[in-house]
């Protein structure tokens, strides 16, 4: 017996919402230097911001092709510019490190973090205002197959940057 599953429309504000949040969290990052005070904290509520749409969209038919490959030598630059920017507050623990293994073994990284979401992001602006509808089944399939992880983890640890009032 097969079983047909149907999800509400979504509404056309859906798009618009996450490419507003997209078109902020990208300009952010593009224009972030010098010393993280001033633009972390915005990262941290956009991303709580982000995390909270992208959860209540479905995962929407289509966008499964690649519009475009990834441009691995400008990802490449992004990570790194980040990694220096953020410096100290770039590394932090996942759940399976072990914390005797010293800071070195420490295998989170919010630059990595940051930049996946950021090409995640950018892949669907670039068609945005072409096929609304196909940018946010990038996004929203995007989101489940890689992204979600990523978005998790750097909120956890913006999260405690913050406690310890690094943010």
Do not use: K
């Not at 010293?102 to 919010?110: D, F, K, P, R």
Request: glycine share 6%; net charge negative.
């Amino acid at each position: 017996m097969d079983v047909m599953v149907q999800f509400d429309p979504i509404p056309d504000e859906g798009p618009r919402e996450v490419a507003a949040l997209a078109m902020r969290y990208c300009a952010l990052i593009d224009n972030c230097e010098g010393d993280c005070e001033p633009w972390l904290p915005q990262i941290a509520a956009l991303l709580s911001r982000l995390q909270a749409l992208m959860a209540t969209l479905p995962v929407v038919a289509g966008g499964l092709d690649t519009p475009c490959p990834p441009d691995l030598d400008a990802r490449f630059e992004l990570f790194s510019r980040l990694h220096r920017l953020l410096a100290d507050r770039d590394g932090y623990w996942l759940e399976f490190d072990l914390a005797s293994d010293g800071v070195e073994a420490m295998t989170g990284s919010l630059a990595d973090d940051l930049t996946d979401i950021y090409c995640e992001l950018r892949l669907g602006l670039r068609i945005f205002e072409r096929d609304p509808q196909r940018a946010l089944s990038i996004w929203c399939l995007g989101y489940v197959r890689h992204w979600a992880r990523h978005l998790v983890d750097a909120e956890r640890h913006l999260t405690a940057l913050a406690v310890n009032g690094r943010l």
